[in-house]
Each structure stands twice: as C-alpha cells, then as structure tokens.
C-alpha cells in the first residue's frame, strides 16, 4: 500500500511540474511581449523547492526561501547580442508566476 501511495505521489507531483510548463511559458512571453530577441528564450525543466529550501544562484543573491513549495524554472535566451538567465519561481498548486530573479546575463 505505502508503494502504491509513492507511487501515486510522484507521478502527481511530475504531472505538476509537466502541465505548469506550457503556462508559465504563454506567461513569460506575454510579460515579454515587445522584447526583440536574438533567438526564442528557452525554459529548462523546473526544479522543485520545498517550504524553507533556497535555489542557488552562482553570482547572484540566492532565490529563496519560500514560505510554501515552489517550482523554479530557469529561463535562457538572447537580447541585443547579449544572453541571459533568469529564475521564474510559480506556485505549483495554481501555476502562477510569481517572482522572476536575474541569474546571470552578459
């Protein structure tokens, strides 16, 4: 029984993370909408955060941590010749972007 539980557990919580992409995605590109990129940005699979955990960021102030649970997912792409990274943290329960933290650009 406790296998079947897990089971059913983690197969929710990648459905979760599976059918935020496309949202958080239209989301990201109608907050972007005029943005002349050098190439389509591209969203990489979201990393779950636990209540309390933080999302480490290499130069920049660490994302988190969060009250709640968080998906993060991280955003790259091109402006003017330059590139950029970006963490866009949504809430998994309603799929909402609710924060977007510089990572990196150049």
Known sequence: MKKI???IL???AQYTMASCYSDVLDQYLDSSRGTRFDYMPKLHKPVELEQGEVFPVRRNSDIGPFDA???VF???GSIHSGWFSQGI???PQTC???QVSEIDSE
């Open 69 to 71: 649970s968080k998906l």
């Open 5 to 7: 539980i897990s089971i």
């Open 96 to 98: 909402e972007i609710e």
């Open 74 to 76: 991280v955003v790259t």
């Open 89 to 91: 943290v949504v809430d």
């Open 10 to 12: 983690i197969l929710s």
